[in-house]
């Protein structure tokens, strides 16, 4: 997008980003020079800059020789409108969460395509302001490094299950980085997000394609936040206890550990877990 349509997004009118851009770099400038140099007619000239004016992106100069015009500095444009769109936004988000409903039932969204499960993943991420629960894979810790960085840069406590248990970091995960084998079977990967505890995304991408959910109802967050903590608690002991795990339980402590692991010993799915642990 070129610099006109951005500020058109930020709320400037076709002629106002025009006339603003014009001023940019150019010293004080009459209604005549910043139409000339806008391609705007000169009947409208004024009004846009006294908009301008109203807004902050301009100043009025009053000289010998007229009314002349100059841009405010673009870095301080740039903060004042972020100053009035955050507080712009706080004042929507404060009004619409008095229109919501306290027992409405949170839905869970089916969500259909890699790009849709990465953009919830983004605005989960982005969302949240005090503690993220991440299980991720390489690829998609890469996708989501920047707003992963961003979040922790704001002081949101990261906590985070590197599911392939990487040799070597990758430069996406954040936070308190966990490496442990616990990558789904077969080619699939799977992407685990919990925020503030309020915000679950949960999703799977393999060959077929991606299928994933995004909901802030409660059982459903408990469930996946549950999961990345306890197979982090997991881990963790057993990789602490090593090879006197086994020594430490009963025989009937086997056998009921064994009859919940549905692929053979128990004790083997933790030596696999923990095998490739590069902490």
Not at 32 to 52: F, H, Q, S, W
Not at 77 to 85: I, N, P, S, T, Y
Not at 259 to 278: H, Q, V
Request: some cysteine; overall charge negative; hydrophobic content about 45%.
């Amino acid at each position: 997008m070129n610099v006109h349509a951005l500020l058109q997004e930020l709320g400037f009118t076709d002629y106002e980003a025009r006339a603003y851009v014009s001023l940019v770099g150019a010293g004080p400038r009459n209604g005549y020079e910043v139409a000339k140099a806008a391609g705007m007619p000169r009947a409208n000239v004024y009004a846009v800059l006294e908009r301008l004016a109203e807004r902050g992106a301009a100043r009025r100069l009053d000289t010998p020789d007229g009314v002349r015009y100059v841009a405010v500095k673009p870095a301080e444009l740039v903060r004042r409108l972020d100053r009035r769109h955050r507080r712009t936004l706080e004042a929507v988000e404060k009004a619409l969460a008095v229109l919501e409903r306290d027992d409405e039932v949170a839905p869970v969204f089916n969500l259909k395509s890699y790009n849709e499960l990465i953009g919830q993943a983004r605005a989960a991420i982005d969302g949240a302001t005090s503690e993220l629960l991440i299980g991720i894979q390489p690829t998609e810790a890469g996708a989501l490094a920047e707003p992963l960085r961003e979040a922790r840069e704001r002081g949101a406590a990261i906590t985070t299950l590197c599911m392939e248990a990487c040799d070597a970091e990758c430069g996406g995960c954040q936070g308190h980085i966990h490496r442990y084998n616990l990558a789904p079977a077969g080619d699939a990967r799977w992407l685990l997000i919990v925020g503030d505890g309020r915000h679950a995304i949960a999703g799977e991408i393999g060959a077929a394609g991606t299928t994933a959910v995004s909901t802030r109802q409660h059982l459903v967050v408990e469930l996946i936040a549950a999961y990345i903590r306890q197979s982090l608690a997991l881990a963790i002991v057993a990789d602490d206890v090593g090879d006197r795990f086994d020594g430490l339980l009963s025989h009937s402590a086997h056998e009921l550990l064994d009859a919940l692991e549905p692929k053979g010993s128990f004790l083997a799915r933790l030596t696999d877990i923990t095998g490739r642990n590069s902490n």
